[in-house]
Every structure is written in C-alpha cells, then in structure tokens.
C-alpha cells in the first residue's frame, strides 16, 4: 500500500525557514519523479517543487531560489527546505509523484507564515 506522511510544518516568522520532510511507503519512491504541492485556503491545489530520480529539479517560479528540494533514495524520503518564507507561502504541503497518479493523497502538512 503507498502512502505519503509529510511532516515539519508549523507557524513561522516572515523571512524564517522550515524543512518538510515526506516518506513515502510502498515500492514506488524510484519509480517517480516526487514533487511537492500546496493548497492555500479557497485556492487550488498548485505545484512547487519537483526531482527526478537524478536529482533534477523545477520550480515554480513563485519559490525559485528560497525552496530547495531533495530527496533520499535510501529513505524513500523526499524533503523540502524552506527559507525566506513569506504570508504568501501560508498553505497545507503535500508530497505526490510527478506526473501526478492515482495514489491517495497524504495529510499534509500546515504551514503558516505569519508575524
């Protein structure tokens, strides 16, 4: 059975930084690219960030050069730095593969940037 467990959310200062981490269980973490995504209240669901099984990574352009995405293979773990985080960036993380698939989503993970 896959699933994703996020974690390492939590409310954060303007400008400060978290690390999201998510385990994925089942046999398919090198199977797919992982991505991170997030939902913010009333807004749809969004890509962030995405890595391959090589290590090559994208951005969306609203994180490029405050996020950086990594993952460890031998985990089945993929994380997500956060830095310089802005109110903008406020919303519920969630990891998936990249194209998305049919697995159940996890819980995600809450993430508010607040003063």
């Not at 930084?17 to 749809?44: D, E, H, T």
Request: proline share 3%; aromatic share 12%.
């Amino acid at each position: 059975q896959v699933q994703f467990v996020e974690s390492g959310g939590g409310l954060v200062q303007p400008g400060g930084s978290l690390r999201l981490s998510c385990v994925v269980s089942g046999s398919i973490f090198n199977m797919y690219a992982m991505a991170w995504y997030r939902q913010a209240p009333g807004k749809q669901r969004e890509f962030v960030a995405q890595i391959n099984g090589g290590g090559r990574t994208a951005y969306a352009d609203s994180v490029k050069g405050r996020f950086a995405i990594s993952r460890d293979n031998a985990k089945n773990t993929v994380y997500l730095q956060m830095n310089s985080l802005k109110p903008e960036d406020t919303a519920v993380y969630y990891c998936h593969t990249n194209p998305l698939t049919t697995y159940d989503w996890g819980q995600g993970t809450q993430v508010a940037v607040s003063s």
